[in-house]
T-cell receptor
Framework: AQSVTQLDSHVSVSEGTPVLLRCNYS??????LFWYVQHPNKGLQLLLKYTSAATLVKGINGFEAEFKKSETSFHLTKPSAHMSDAAEYFC??????????????FGKGTHLIIQP | EPEVTQTPSHQVTQMGQEVILRCVPI?????FYWYRQILGQKVEFLVS????????KSEIFDDQFSVERPDGSNFTLKIRSTKLEDSAMYFC????????????FGQGTRLTVV
């Protein structure tokens, strides 16, 4: 069994300030972890992924996330928010099991608001 | 850049009618998925499909739902007799082989049942 908890349904930051979107997971297997972003009326776009290589993962648009096994966390950060970052962000877990045509489990999403 | 495409972008149907949502996955991908997102709620897994058969399905995916890959390129989701609660955004996704590979999502079909 696996689950994802995104601790904040909404996060509001000022443009130019740091962003922190929190995610905790549980998984019976060593997980792969992903962050996806959904802009209004758009599909889901991959920001970054962790697959048991480096624990600090860099993604697109200046985002990065750190996998912390001891804390079962995979928080998403960005040093300086931009207006175009306003969107819905989903933390997603996938168990790494053999031959896995496995379903991804989504968190409920965090709505990121950027104040000018 | 290759992408997953879904048609139509928006479908309105009457309760009790059948609908077919269509998806064209990325051509060399082997795993196919349907997810749905009811307005204001989380994205939920419906079904995964591999090697021409369902490999996993959720409790949501009951006998009203079926999937098909009729011609090697399209991947369809059929809802046999729609209910009001089937109104949602439906996302198709595909993935290549390999553990930890990411899924690529289409832009979704918004289904409205009236």
């Amino acid at each position: 069994a696996q689950s994802v908890t995104q601790l904040d349904s909404h996060v509001s930051v000022s443009e130019g300030t740091p962003v922190l979107l929190r995610c905790n997971y549980s998984s019976s297997y060593s997980p792969s972890l992903f962050w996806y972003v959904q802009h209004p009326n758009k599909g889901l776009q991959l920001l970054l992924k962790y697959t048991s290589a480096a624990t600090l993962v860099k993604g697109i648009n200046g985002f990065e996330a750190e996998f912390k096994k001891s804390e079962t966390s995979f928080h998403l950060t960005k040093p300086s928010a931009h207006m175009s970052d306003a969107a819905e962000y989903f933390c997603v877990v996938s168990p790494q099991k053999r031959g896995g045509a496995d379903g991804l489990t989504f968190g409920k999403g965090t709505h990121l608001i950027i104040q000018p | 850049e290759p992408e997953v495409t879904q048609t139509p972008s928006h479908q309105v149907t009457q309760m009790g009618q059948e609908v077919i949502l269509r998806c064209v996955p990325i051509s060399n991908h082997l795993y196919f998925y349907w997810y749905r997102q009811i307005l204001g709620q989380k994205v939920e897994f419906l079904v995964s499909f591999y090697n021409n058969e369902i490999s996993e399905k959720s409790e949501i995916f009951d006998d009203q739902f079926s999937v098909e890959r009729p011609d090697g390129s399209n991947f369809t989701l059929k809802i046999r007799s729609t209910k009001l609660e089937d109104s949602a955004m439906y996302f198709c996704a595909s993935r290549t082989q390999g553990e930890g590979t990411e899924a690529f999502f289409g832009q979704g079909t918004r289904l409205t049942v009236v």
